[in-house]
């Protein structure tokens, strides 16, 4: 079955730290640039970083990480597991959010745009006390 699974979610305080994990299964996991997104309640969602994965063009393990993350949460992938981690540190309450992962209709990143990715999980929470 072609899907994306997440998990590692779970209640923190604030300056901890977690580790999501996107456990892929059904397609070639190397043939696609992987996201993660997340979305507060009331907020639109936000894409948060993202690997390429791109022999073609050179752009393998190439990570992207969104601005307010950045410093904090760091995107790494196992070819032989075929996961991707969303490693997060120094977590704040603002980071409070479903997050989940996305597959691109691509091999590298090409942002966040909705029509990029064509394959979704369904989430895992991550809730950051005060």
């Known amino acids: 079955e072609v899907q994306l699974v997440e998990s590692g979610g779970g209640l923190v305080q604030a300056g901890g730290s977690l580790r999501l994990s996107c456990a892929t299964s059904?397609?070639?996991?190397?043939?696609?640039?992987i996201g993660w997104f997340r979305q507060a309640p009331g907020k639109d969602r936000e894409g948060v970083a993202c690997?390429?994965?791109?022999?073609?063009?050179?752009?393998?393990?190439?990570?992207y990480l969104a601005d307010s993350v950045k410093g904090r949460f760091t995107i790494s992938s196992d070819n032989a597991e075929k996961t991707v981690y969303l490693q997060m540190s120094t977590l704040k309450p603002e980071d409070t959010a479903l997050y989940y992962c996305?597959?691109?209709?691509?091999?590298?990143?090409?942002?966040?745009?909705?029509?990029?990715?064509?394959?979704w999980g369904s989430g895992t929470q991550v809730t950051v006390a005060s």
């Open positions: 996305a597959r691109t209709r691509r091999q590298y990143c090409a942002g966040y745009g909705p029509t990029e990715y064509d394959l």
């Open positions: 059904g397609f070639t996991f190397a043939d696609y640039a």
């Open positions: 690997i390429s994965s791109s022999v073609e063009i050179g752009t393998i393990g190439r990570t």
